[in-house]
């Protein structure tokens, strides 16, 4: 069960689209060409070229979540926007709980 609260770290993967991949395949990215280890706590986002699905993948506890939310062709999420180009950035709880909250009618 993914559990997320304000203590948790969030994580978005900004160029990572795909969203057939599960645990393996974003823990890879993660290690491999992000060299970042996820710790207790961690919640990496990864969202669809459309904007119409999001993934939250969780690592808690020596075990990992998935977490998925997907929207009606309809509608869809905001799109995360960040300077620089760096693959994966930061991002507050505040946000996380904007972005899973919010639609954008299409």
Do not use: T
């Not at 900004?14 to 970042?36: A, G, P």
């Not at 969202?47 to 993948?57: A, P, V, W």
């Amino acid at each position: 069960m993914l559990s997320i609260n304000g203590l948790n770290r969030f994580y978005y993967l900004r160029d990572f689209h795909d969203m057939r991949c599960k645990y393996e395949r974003v823990l890879s990215i993660i290690h491999q060409q992000l060299n970042q280890e996820p710790e207790d706590g961690d919640v990496f986002i990864v969202m669809s070229k459309d904007f119409r699905k999001i993934h939250l993948f969780s690592y808690e506890r020596r075990s990992y979540s998935l977490y998925e939310k997907k929207f009606k062709s309809d509608y869809r999420f905001m799109k995360i926007v960040h300077a620089g180009d760096r693959m994966l950035y930061s991002i507050s709880w505040k946000d996380v709980a904007l972005l899973l909250e919010s639609h954008i009618f299409k």
